[in-house]
């Protein structure tokens, strides 16, 4: 849509759609109108059988909702896709902030024309500033598909889900829904939106996810920004993408966690395989992985640190940090370990991805899973930053990674996708024909076992879409 009308003049922004039950699609989108303020506008497909709905119709009595009483110009935004209450009527919120709290705003509606204002809000969390790209949705205590947005019941936990302007991240908790009130109740405060788990942990922003009622999941897609400089941007004539689509389930074994994996799509581009079986790797030890190219992998990972290791390793009561322990050059008795991707033959640039497991003062493990920039790229205009944080392993499992590496991406899953870091590099040496792969540990004292399986990828040689390939 163009940014053609007074009502969003100075653009045309989030959005959300809403599938009728009569099969009839409205969509509802923040517009920034001729003097900046923040309304929301209703949009129609101009033609339902394009299967791209790639022309929309704007309504003529746009807009039809405009900041309400209390709440900034500036500060309304994002309207979520719609969801029936029990009453029958429509749904939505939308983010806001009142001070330095953030909040949810909820409308009903039954035409999407005419709204009321709810008395209450959904949620509000104090001191997290602005919501952006709010997003509302079910998720199933006993299955793994996913859920029509309108779904509700004893067996469904909701989600809600912010973008924080203040320090551009993606955060969700789990809770409960009082359909009635209109209010949503977090699990656990200590986690709640905004001040506890965070979708990425790397560089990941703006994200919505939608119910894919072909397939029964709910799909998760997230912006990746760059992190280099602007300077560098307007030089290659581009900025930014979507990152790979990711499947969205509630995770049943911690109850705290939702599971993100990259849609079964992706599998599709997979090429030649190769499996490295139980490579035992010394302390202090690096050790190359033979493949034919490394720019575009998608590599599966098992490790198992040597236990009798574990139990030597003295407890310590210091409190690790990906981003604050000196990355993967920190040694400690049980870390870090991983794979070392678009690295060079020299090491002069690689991205560690990995573990660093620590053995808390009553002898109890808390692993972390981490992400190192700071040696990604020997040009000085990018930003080189640590990501990582802890993440929840059960008794029984191993510890496991899915990497997905596509050039200057690297989208990572652990243990299942509970803790997942998007990173964003510009090698100079480690690229096409020149990147390699490495597993290393630079624990101190535990050895570590892995499994790994690695497949090329193909590219996906996007084209334009024809009615043939429905």
């Not at 199933?140 to 320090?167: A, F, M």
């Not at 993408?241 to 049943?252: A, C, E, N």
Request: hydrophobic share 35%; net charge negative; charged share 25%.
């Amino acid at each position: 849509m163009v940014a053609d009308e007074w009502y969003d003049k100075n653009g045309v922004w989030t959005g959300s759609a809403t599938i009728l039950p009569d099969g009839k699609i409205v969509m509802l989108y923040t517009g920034s109108t001729n003097e900046s303020v923040q309304v929301q506008n209703l949009a129609y497909p101009e033609d339902l059988n394009d299967p791209l709905l790639l022309k929309w119709v704007k309504y003529s009595g746009n807009p039809v909702l405009v900041p309400p009483p209390g709440i900034g110009a500036k500060d309304f935004r994002d309207p979520t896709t719609a969801w029936k209450t029990s009453e029958g009527k429509w749904r939505i919120i939308i983010g806001s902030k009142i001070n330095k709290t953030g909040i949810a705003l909820v409308y009903d509606t039954e035409d999407f024309i005419n709204y009321t204002l709810s008395s209450g809000i959904l949620h509000a969390v104090p001191k997290t500033g602005m919501w952006e790209c709010v997003d509302f949705y079910p998720v199933s205590k006993t299955g793994q598909n996913g859920l029509d947005t309108s779904v509700n019941g004893p067996q469904v936990k909701h989600v809600v889900k912010t973008s924080l302007d203040d320090d551009r991240h993606d955060y969700y908790a789990i809770g409960t829904y009082d359909d009635k009130a209109g209010k949503w109740y977090p699990d656990n405060p200590e986690i709640d939106v905004g001040v506890g788990i965070r979708y990425d942990y790397g560089i990941f922003y703006a994200s919505k996810t939608f119910y894919d009622q072909n397939k029964g999941r709910r799909v998760l897609w997230g912006w990746i920004g760059e992190s280099d400089s602007e300077v560098a941007d307007v030089r290659k004539g581009w900025a930014s993408l979507q990152g790979i689509p990711r499947t969205v389930v509630l995770d049943t074994k911690t109850g705290s966690n939702l599971l993100q994996w990259p849609v079964e799509e992706v599998e599709s581009l997979r090429l030649k395989s190769n499996d490295f079986n139980s490579m035992e790797m010394k302390a202090g030890s690096v050790v190359p992985l033979e493949l034919d190219g490394a720019t575009q992998l998608d590599i599966v990972a098992e490790f198992e640190l040597d236990k009798k290791a574990i139990e030597r390793a003295a407890e310590s009561n210091v409190e690790f940090s990906c981003s604050n322990n000196g990355g993967a050059s920190h040694r400690g008795a049980l870390g870090p370990f991983g794979l070392l991707v678009l690295a060079d033959d020299n090491l002069s640039e690689y991205t560690p991805v990995y573990f660093f497991v620590a053995k808390g003062n009553n002898g109890s493990l808390k692993t972390f899973f981490c992400t190192d920039q700071s040696r990604s790229s020997v040009a000085n205009d990018v930003r080189k930053e640590i990501y990582g944080s802890y993440v929840p392993v059960l008794k029984g499992e191993k510890l496991s990674v899915r990497i997905l590496v596509d050039h200057s991406i690297i989208e990572s899953f652990a243990q299942g996708g509970r803790t997942c870091i998007t990173s964003r590099v510009y090698p100079t040496r480690a690229i096409y024909g020149a990147a390699r792969l490495f597993l290393f540990n630079n624990a101190t004292e535990a050895g570590v076992t892995s499994s790994i399986k690695i497949w090329n990828m193909n590219s996906a040689f996007i084209r334009p879409y024809s009615n043939e390939q429905q």
